[in-house]
């Protein structure tokens, strides 16, 4: 496991994992969607700092994915705002918001009858024309496409399709999707949910060592002992708010109090 994700490198700031500057704002989020009368998320307000490993947890239906949406765009806010970079994530910025943005979908989200290689090439297709793909993707992206699969331990699955691989391979293949934009920032949703306990292990590490290089993680996990292990920090959401915002050690107690309160 630890072959992996020693030889992933990623062109950042070094300096990121030192920086106390904002990287995500939320101000007052308030989300259109709703659970019954209320908002899936009901007054957000919390920053993550660039270089952070952060967490989000809470039960199931508190609004911890909803979150993860809305920073990406791709949840319609009610009032409030969201800043990545300083820049909103609106209709007319959201473009330019989400350029140092990545998302790791729950479960991949990749296209079964595809092969390995041609979803981490998908992960260009915002970057070119629909002519130019139409041609296929140059030379020089499928090299970066194939050298991310080989430092995710995935080369050897290139010409495989993901349909046939393991969820953990699967994984590996939408990880190397979302690096191969450079992204700043990576939201993960549920990543290491139905995979077995090697497999987590290897997500895992695979992200803290991206988190290492200097990127910004934001993950939803339902397990505390993982966020305790790998986050720096924690926000846990209840009822669509931010009910604690901190370290993310103990966090077994930390629960426990919120539950009993």
């Not at 290689?117 to 998908?122: E, Q, R």
């Not at 496409?145 to 349909?163: H, I, N, P, V």
Request: aromatic share 4%; charged share 15%; proline share 4%.
């Amino acid at each position: 496991m630890s072959e992996i994700s020693s030889h992933i490198s990623i062109d950042l700031d070094r300096s990121g994992s030192k920086d106390l500057t904002p990287a995500i704002i939320c101000q007052e989020v308030v989300s259109q969607a709703k659970i019954g009368n209320r908002a899936i998320l009901n007054g957000i307000d919390c920053e993550i700092k660039r270089g952070e490993f952060v967490a989000i947890l809470g039960l199931n239906g508190a609004g911890k994915s909803s979150l993860l949406r809305a920073i990406a765009g791709l949840l319609p806010l009610r009032s409030g705002n969201i800043l990545v970079n300083d820049i909103p994530v609106a209709p007319r910025t959201l473009t330019q918001a989400r350029q140092p943005l990545a998302m790791l979908f729950q479960g991949g989200g990749l296209i079964p009858q595809l092969c390995a290689l041609d979803n981490v090439l998908c992960g260009k297709l915002g970057a070119f024309s629909g002519w130019q793909t139409l041609r296929g993707f140059p030379p020089s992206e499928q090299r970066h496409a194939l050298e991310l699969l080989d430092r995710l331990g995935m080369a050897d699955f290139a010409s495989q399709a993901t349909g046939q691989l393991s969820g953990g391979q699967q994984q590996r293949v939408a990880i190397a999707r979302a690096l191969i934009r450079s992204p700043q920032i990576l939201l993960a949703d549920e990543p290491v949910t139905g995979l077995d306990i090697i497999a987590i292990q290897q997500v895992m590490k695979t992200l803290s060592h991206l988190h290492q290089q200097g990127m910004t993680i934001v993950t939803v996990l339902h397990d505390l002992a993982l966020a305790s292990t790998y986050a720096q920090t924690a926000i846990v959401v209840d009822r669509g708010q931010v009910v604690y915002h901190g370290s993310s050690q103990n966090l077994s107690a930390k629960f426990e109090q919120l539950i009993e309160s």
